[in-house]
């Protein structure tokens, strides 16, 4: 099993940045791809960006491009997700998410972390 825990929310004005975290634990090894989800209020939850392990392939929602940045640090089993120049349309709970390479779904999920952006 794997477990995601993250961390890094908070409140925010508009403009400013954010890093959000997600460090690993468990069964690491069986994780090739790393991303991250988010839901606002009333709204689906939607992708925002991924990294393989390698991080030769990651994808980024297009109306975060250029603002948000994912990255990922393998000897510390932490994913990161760089907010920038965020918007109160950014303001969501943000998910860790992880899976296999086999894997056609995210197989595992962190609790989430509340991110307000709001002047």
């Known amino acids: 099993q794997v477990q995601l825990e993250e961390s890094g929310g908070g409140l925010v004005q508009p403009g400013q940045s954010l890093r959000l975290s997600c460090v690993a634990s468990?069964?690491?090894?069986?994780?090739?791809?790393m991303a991250w989800y988010r839901q606002a209020p009333g709204k689906e939850r939607e992708f925002v960006a991924s990294?393989?392990?390698?991080?030769?392939?990651?994808r980024v929602l297009d109306s975060v491009k250029g603002r948000f940045t994912i990255s990922r640090d393998n000897d510390k089993s932490t994913s990161y997700l760089q907010m920038n120049s965020l918007k109160p349309e950014d303001t969501a709970v943000y998910y860790c998410v992880a899976k296999e390479k086999i894997s056609i779904t995210w197989q595992w999920w962190g609790q989430g972390t509340q991110v307000t952006v709001s002047s």
């Open positions: 990294i393989t392990t390698d991080g030769a392939n990651y």
């Open positions: 468990g069964n690491i090894f069986r994780i090739n791809e």
